[in-house]
């Protein structure tokens, strides 16, 4: 089991991809979706040992009624033994806070839709070189570990965004479930996603050429999802080895334990197959997407992407311009952000996010 | 610590209220509201001995959707040391589980009215000798431990009923917090409260009389509200004591630990203030709910009541036959329940009660 704190472990990506794309680097765009109170950022701060969320202002619950999920866009880039890894990390706040949760998939649903639009737009244009690829590679999907299964939420999402994003379901707060309920947990949520034709991302089959090991391995990753997680930005001690951890009076916890914690296996799984899950994105959701936009708007689009305005219909023109301004707004609000990490709090390698998470370890093993 | 299995704990409830009433016996009537998977019927289980729910069936989550609250009415008659309670149980399943949890309160508001409604016509009619109390004397509210303090739904919940049902808030599940974590959802969820002006129970002052014993058991129980609690049906051996339990791969809880669960002193908590709470409901709740109800109503409702239909508008006459069904039905219902426990399942004590709980242990120290 590896030290955490020391390295995030995507130092291993280009053994599965080709060089080349070690050479340029990896873009990664993850989404994480669930209700709050779930855990998403301190899991988030696990994965990439980067405090991204402690300015974050809780909300007074009077707030809350009719509160909207809003989008929130961080990136990260961690340097790892000479491996660039460019991560963006999209935040939902506020999904599954209101009395009336029907909406709260509609703004994630409209987001994921406007990458691949943009994507689109980018791909039929005439300069193709340096298309910035914003499109969402992979949403974790928080299922809580209170309740009996999957909530009508949680199936109302995932049927509607199975098609348009790789969906990874995680239980997270597993520490609350002990094995045989944990057990039995997964086992109805595998039941109630195939019972409702649910596709989460399917880990593609092994190539005929793995070893032994690391066949084993990649069993071990399939079987354990739903992946059962637990979160802490805490270092703790134990059996002598700084890790993080949780400590009930009752017992401590640490968080990369794999006998209870699939948190090991998640981490593993993510740089196994960021490569696949970014190949599904591209070949199999984008291209569904695709597919439906050039078979219900006909040749107008491709007009309209290639700036012909004068063919179009005033409707046409209209929603042209409104995008090409949400566009614009969309680059200005990029360019803000990215101007206000840099002058707060520079992340500009894994050390430097480490440095940004005062819990996380500098001086494991 | 009381060894858990082989009493209740209401033997003790004669020194609180006057001789006359230990031989008649208690009636006691508690509701149980909360999201689904929080723990009610475990931790009613735990608190009455007695498995009252072990036929019950999971609902499918493509059920749950549309889902309406209903209302489950559940009777327990405990002897115990030659005192007799009959405790009524009302459940609320589905309350929480729609998409829309807005009208999620409407049922049990309407419960608890109609309780009132019946005991005010039978105050209202000749026969009052034989007046059954059905009023909700206590509500336990469940609230989850995972998320950040109270959630919509909670506020709007006892904001609506907080002047017509006792409300006693419980954290449940509650080993999925540490102890800071949960002294900081405590503070959290009182702060809330007091923001939202709604007054849960208020146990009274202590008498001036009470030895120092009891006056550190009363602090102690009014400074672990709200209680947090662990369920449990499984039995298990901490340091030689047979106990109900939870086993965890990083160690073993025993739900009577004061150390980590308040589960000991709402058990305390009932057993002392039973009397108060039904005090409360009857000259406070139940009054401001009378007070109202003339006030709207004016002399008309005595009238109705006292079967004067000939001096009543057909509107109200209407109102008259619709409540008098509804009351038969309600009778009906009550009768079927009563002869369905009695042929599956006989209750007659806190023995047999026992015997219907497998996990629950007969053979404690």
Known sequence: MPAIGNEIGFATLPQHVHRKYAKKGFDFTIMVVGES???????????????LYKSRKMVPVEELVERTVFIEKKQL???EKGIKLKVTIIDTPGYGDAINTKNSFQLVENYIDDQFNQYFKDESGLNRKNIVDNRVHCC???????????????VQFMKRLHQKVNIVPIISKADALTPNELHLLKKKILKELEEHNI????????????????????REIKDSIPFAVIGSTIQVEVNGRKTRGRVYPWGVIDIQDEQYSDFAKLKTFLSLHMQDLKDATNEVLYENYRAMFLAKIGNDSIRLTTKDLSSATPTDKLLQLKEEEIRRMQEQLLQMQEALRQSSAPVSSAQSADELSPQSGKDDE
Do not use: M, V
């Open 140 to 154: 974790l999907y928080f299922i809580s570990p209170i309740g009996r299964g999957l909530t009508q939420l949680d």
């Open 199 to 218: 596709n989460i991302f399917r880990i593609p089959e092994c190539d005929s050429d793995e070893d032994e090991e690391f066949r084993r391995k990649d």
């Open 37 to 51: 109170g779930l855990g998403k950022s301190t899991l988030i701060n696990c994965l990439f040992l980067a405090d």
């Open 77 to 79: 880039d961690i340097l």
